[in-house]
Every structure is written in C-alpha cells, then in structure tokens.
C-alpha cells in the first residue's frame, strides 16, 4: 500500500526556498546542510513554486519588450522575437539601422563553426552587415540565394552583401553570377546549365540558417524601380492578391504562394527550398511590411522575427 502524501512542510519549504534563491546554494550543497537527498531539494523547489512560496518575475530592463517578444514568440511558434523600440515619426533609414544593429548582434550571438548561411538582399540586411564586426568563425559558408537585382555597384546588392559578410567572418562566399531575374523560362533554363551556376544553386539545398527581408508590394524596390520587372507583372501580382514576398516568391495574405510568369524566371531559391531550412531569420518592421510578415508568420515559414515594437504590436492584432 503507497504511503500517504505527506502534508507541506511550511518550514522546509521555505528553508530550501531561501537558501536557493536567496542565498544561492547549489541544491547539493542544500541537501548536504539539511540532511536530505538532493531529489528532496528539487522536489521541495518545485512544490515551493507551485504553492506560491517562490513567485518568480523577470523585470524588463528599460528599452527591452520581454513581455511582447515571449507573445510573438507564443502565439506565432518562433524560436526567438528581438524587438527594437522604433518610434512614430521615426524614419525608414534610421528603423533600418535600429533592426540591422539587432540583426547583427543576433547573428553574432547564435552563428556557429561550420554553419552555411544564405542571403538574401535589400537595404535592412545591408544595414545589417555594417553594424557587424569582424569575428572569424571556422569553416563558415555565406551564400547567395537570388542572382543579382538591380546596380552590381549598390550596397544592397545580393553579391556585394554575401562578399562583405564573408569577409567578416572569415567564411568562404558562393555567388550566384546571374540575374535574379531573366526575359524568358528558356533564358533561365539555358543559364542553369552553366557550371558555376549550377554549383551555386545546389548549395540552396544546403543552409542551415537564411537571412532575409519581408517585401510587400509597395515597398518592394525591384517591382517599383520601373524597369526591373514589367507592369503587366505587378498587374498579375496585384491581380491574384500577393501580400509579399520572401527572394521574390510571393505569397497571398495567408503565406499561400503566389504563382505567376514570373516564377519561371527567377534564378534563385524556391518556396520548397526556403522551407526546408532549419533557421529562417526575417529582419522587417514598418507599416508598410505588416501584413507581408503576418502572411510569413501565419504560414509558418519564419523561425526568428526581428522588427520593431509598433509592428510587433500590429501583428498581435492583425487579421487578413
């Protein structure tokens, strides 16, 4: 016949309680000095939490959203939010600062040897790789995941920001030298039986983590600098209700991809290939992006979100 279970022990409870937390005590040295066994001192913990003895609070420091970001991170199944203050009023380059800065430190934070890392392009990644600081990590790999969009010269050029992130992590860059975007399906069939291209677009089958910016239509550079993609393009997008877009795969206000001509003339990563990668990290925030990254969020596609506080707050009460 089991043993009753005994009735709390006010005393112990908070003995074990004070000498934990308060004091800092290993639970073997807890044991050790109350004559117990160390699964004892777990236990009793444990039931100290429990009955409300020990009421554990974290206190955000001034700047952070621990509240928010554990929200997010809740109610969307992500792995990790950073959430940056951002402001009303503030504008689009210094919010691109602010989130390139925190991308920065993430990466920094979490990168590891031998991890292959693929990019993709814009402003927001671009800031993040000026706000990074040179930290060699062994046998990384940075890759290109969509041929080369708009002035090779420009900072926020996909091969120019795969160069200078190798750069400062002492990694070895993959390129992918072609456009990202050709005048008809035969172009981009012929372009992928080059050797160097065809290498470059194998390696899309091998990221570990992919950084990327969230477009929505009327932020997105390419579809807007008048000569990158053709009207009849947009039109087709807007036609069939595309939100966004992740390397220029579009997607509707659901994460539901969008597929046009377009498609069939892009030279970099696909949908299929973007969800098989262990860590996608979006770097996005403003208005003008919600509810391209609530689309993202909603099909899952994200594993790690960096935006700003306003955005954040939006997406909490965003609905399609």
């Not at 409870?13 to 934990?20: E, F, H, N, R, T």
């Not at 940075?142 to 996909?158: C, E, H, S």
């Not at 403003?286 to 990254?293: E, L």
């Amino acid at each position: 016949m089991p043993r009753p279970k005994s009735a709390p022990d006010p005393y112990l409870l908070g003995k074990v309680s004070a000498l934990y937390y308060l004091r800092h005590h290993t639970q073997q040295e807890i044991a050790e000095r109350l004559r117990v066994s160390r699964p004892t001192v777990s236990r009793l913990l444990q039931e100290a939490r429990d009955l409300g003895y020990v009421q554990i609070t974290v206190a955000s420091p001034r700047g952070l959203h621990l509240d928010l970001e554990t929200s997010l991170e809740d109610q969307f199944k992500l792995q990790t939010v950073h959430i940056v203050e951002g402001g009303p009023g503030q504008s689009a380059e210094l919010l691109r600062k602010q989130l390139g800065a925190a991308a920065a430190q993430y990466l920094a934070r979490t990168i590891r040897a031998g991890e292959t890392i693929g990019m993709a392009w814009g402003q927001t990644l671009s800031a993040m790789v000026n706000a990074m600081v040179p930290m060699p990590t062994a046998e990384t790999r940075v890759v290109q995941i969509l041929g080369g969009l708009g002035p090779p010269d420009a900072a926020q050029y996909g091969a120019e920001l795969v160069r200078r992130l190798a750069n400062l992590l002492d990694a070895q860059a993959i390129l992918l030298p072609a456009p990202g975007v050709v005048a008809t399906p035969a172009v981009r069939d012929s372009l992928r039986k080059d050797p160097h291209v065809r290498a470059a677009l194998n390696e899309l089958d091998k990221l570990d983590t992919v950084f990327i910016g969230l477009g929505s239509l009327a932020s997105n550079a390419v579809l807007n600098d008048g000569h990158t993609l053709s009207k009849h393009a947009r039109k087709e997008l807007t036609t069939r209700a595309a939100v966004g877009d992740v390397a220029l795969r579009f997607f509707d206000a659901h994460g539901k991809p969008v597929r046009t001509a377009l498609d069939d003339r892009i030279l970099g990563i696909t949908t299929d290939q973007l969800r098989n990668v262990g860590r996608v990290v979006a770097v996005a925030g403003g208005a003008d992006k919600v509810a391209a990254i609530a689309a993202a969020l909603e099909a899952g596609m994200l594993h790690v979100l960096i935006t700003d506080r306003a955005t954040a707050e939006a997406l909490l009460n965003h609905t399609p």
